[in-house]
């Protein structure tokens, strides 16, 4: 199964659009989000792709009441506040903004942990667990808005960029 990575979308609404295209046209039908989309309309783009969004709030998400209401609007939508814990399929997955917030104990736990708020691509291991940051969906500190694709049954890590000159700074 396919899922869409993406964090720190921080209001670019156009970046958001764009990587969720991408992401859909492989085959993503559900995205992870680690935080970070800012104000409730960055959540828009999620309804008019039709892409389930699981996310957990970050630092920058002033509106909590805001985004799950705006969030419930669509259909398969659930914001959480940081971390979370979720399954999907036989795949533990922690979900958390700073992957400072959590214990090595709790990383142990997941096969898949997935953290923003560094705002830069990562992928490790620690033991048996995949911890992958999907870098910045919004572009604005380092240039580029990237995201990553994940297939949870073989683990394997797709980073996006979009390197276009209409997307850089």
């Not at 990587?19 to 828009?44: N, Q, W, Y």
């Not at 572009?139 to 949870?152: F, K, Q, S, Y």
Request: charged residues 20%.
């Amino acid at each position: 199964m396919l899922v869409g990575l993406m964090s720190d979308t921080h209001d670019r609404i156009p970046a958001i659009a764009e990587l969720l295209k991408r992401m859909t046209e492989r085959g993503v039908g559900m995205v992870l989000h680690a935080g970070d989309f800012c104000s409730p309309f960055s959540l828009k783009p999620f309804q008019d792709a039709n892409v389930a969004l699981a996310g957990v709030f970050g630092r920058n998400d002033g509106d909590h009441e805001g985004l799950k209401a705006f969030a419930e609007q669509g259909m398969g939508n659930e914001l959480f506040e940081s971390p979370h814990s979720l399954t999907i399929g036989e795949h533990k997955i922690l979900l958390v903004h700073d992957i400072g917030d959590v214990t090595a104990r709790s990383i142990k736990a997941h096969n898949v942990v997935v953290h923003g708020s560094e705002h830069q691509q990562s992928m490790k291991t620690r033991g048996d667990s995949l911890i992958i940051n999907p870098g910045e969906a919004c572009g604005w500190i380092n240039g580029a808005p990237t995201a990553a694709v994940l297939d949870l049954d073989t683990k394997h890590v797709e980073f996006l960029k979009l390197s276009d000159p209409q997307w850089q700074f």
